[in-house]
């Protein structure tokens, strides 16, 4: 730790203070120390510390209110409070935790213990800080990302659709139309990455026919690259009430994990069916999943494929824990089937 930390010591007890005080001057803390509580909050308001000593017992308003008066404050939450008390029950222990306390020492003080701990806590809290700030540029980063690919991939997709209409359909045009679809289909993930929590949900009711042809049609170059063929068959339709972008992440993405892990030269099947639950199974002839958990993590990726992102599943399974959307995975030899089963409340059945 080579930065100057603050620590600021609340004890009610002037001969704590000072001992605290004697026993951490040598390390490189600024220090402050004060038997007044109240005060401490208001100061540690003005210029947070970087770690809080706090006593249990002590008048006016003990250090478990004193601890819930700070991680209520929003610049004050994350510093790390270590409790100091003779008290030594473990119910009291345990409330310390609860509270929000990261660790407890039991006077009288063990003058290497109280350095270690302090040391210890202070590295932790570094590490958090370091995080959130490289998870803050990730998402800066994400968000550039998806800024700077949307409006190429819009160039090349108009571009090439002109080109088609003038010289008709040719070969190479067709693997530049499924790549162009292979990134949309990354853009948008990242798009829902970024967006899910200010992007206003909005439900409407969707022929989940015509739904799904679109996208088919929209997967078809890609599936081609493969020679893959996409059918869908309805034994039963049924109509979803459900957000409309979050139903395609789900599909797109198990379509597009269908395409990358089939065999070449198979079909793809996308059962529409209503039998008393509403489901959508899309079925493929592929590789095996090894592991049907781990395959929702994000970034995961099979033992040996290397493929994609990893973050598809992981966006699908968030989707349908929020919508209470059950998925039921098959996987063998023969088949691979993810099915989506509906609430009743999102469905309407077509008569």
């Known amino acids: 730790m080579n930065r100057k930390y603050t620590v600021l010591i609340i004890d009610d007890k002037i001969e704590n203070l000072k001992y605290l005080k004697e026993i951490l001057k040598d390390e490189t803390y600024e220090l402050k120390a004060t038997p007044d509580a109240l005060f401490a909050i208001e100061s540690a308001k003005q210029k947070p510390p970087n770690l809080i000593l706090l006593d249990i017992k002590m008048p006016n308003i003990d250090g478990f209110e004193v601890c819930k008066i700070v991680k209520q404050d929003e610049k004050?939450?994350?510093?790390?409070?270590?409790?100091?008390?003779?008290?030594?029950?473990?119910?009291?222990?345990?409330?310390?935790?609860?509270?929000?306390?990261?660790?407890?020492?039991?006077?009288?003080?063990?003058?290497?213990?109280?350095?270690?701990?302090?040391?210890?806590?202070?590295?932790?809290?570094?590490?958090?800080?370091?995080?959130?700030?490289?998870?803050?540029?990730?998402?800066?980063?994400?968000?550039?990302?998806?800024?700077?690919?949307?409006?190429?991939?819009?160039?090349?997709?108009?571009?090439?659709?002109?080109?088609?209409?003038?010289?008709?359909?040719?070969?190479?045009?067709?693997?530049?139309?499924?790549?162009?679809?292979?990134?949309?289909?990354?853009?948008?993930?990242?798009?829902?990455?970024?967006?899910?929590?200010?992007?206003?949900?909005?439900?409407?009711?969707?022929?989940?026919?015509?739904?799904?042809?679109?996208?088919?049609?929209?997967?078809?170059?890609?599936?081609?690259?493969?020679?893959?063929?996409?059918?869908?068959?309805?034994?039963?339709?049924?109509?979803?009430?459900?957000?409309?972008?979050?139903?395609?992440?789900?599909?797109?993405?198990?379509?597009?994990?269908?395409?990358?892990?089939?065999?070449?030269n198979k079909d793809i099947e996308i059962i529409l069916d209503y039998k008393n639950q509403g489901i959508i199974e899309i079925k493929n002839k592929g590789i095996i999943i090894e592991d049907k958990d781990s395959i929702f993590k994000a970034y995961y990726q099979q033992k040996d494929k290397n493929i994609g992102l990893g973050l598809g599943l992981s966006i699908v399974k968030e989707i349908c824990k929020n919508n209470q959307i059950q998925i039921d995975i098959n996987s063998s030899k023969e088949e691979t089937s993810f099915s989506y089963i509906f609430p009743k409340n999102m469905i309407k059945e077509v008569l």
């Open 76 to 264: 004050l939450k994350d510093i790390p409070i270590i409790f100091i008390s003779a008290l030594d029950d473990v119910s009291i222990k345990v409330k310390a935790f609860e509270q929000g306390g990261v660790d407890y020492i039991t006077k009288p003080f063990e003058q290497e213990e109280v350095k270690a701990r302090i040391r210890t806590q202070l590295e932790i809290y570094e590490n958090k800080q370091t995080i959130s700030k490289l998870l803050n540029q990730q998402d800066f980063f994400l968000k550039k990302i998806i800024h700077e690919i949307n409006t190429p991939l819009s160039v090349i997709s108009l571009n090439v659709d002109n080109l088609e209409e003038q010289i008709g359909q040719k070969e190479q045009l067709e693997v530049i139309k499924a790549s162009s679809k292979s990134l949309s289909s990354i853009y948008n993930d990242l798009y829902f990455l970024t967006k899910k929590k200010a992007r206003e949900k909005s439900c409407e009711k969707i022929d989940l026919v015509s739904f799904l042809s679109s996208r088919i049609q929209f997967f078809d170059e890609i599936a081609k690259t493969k020679n893959l063929h996409i059918h869908l068959e309805i034994d039963k339709e049924f109509e979803l009430f459900m957000d409309r972008y979050e139903l395609e992440r789900v599909i797109d993405n198990t379509i597009s994990n269908a395409i990358k892990y089939s065999y070449e």
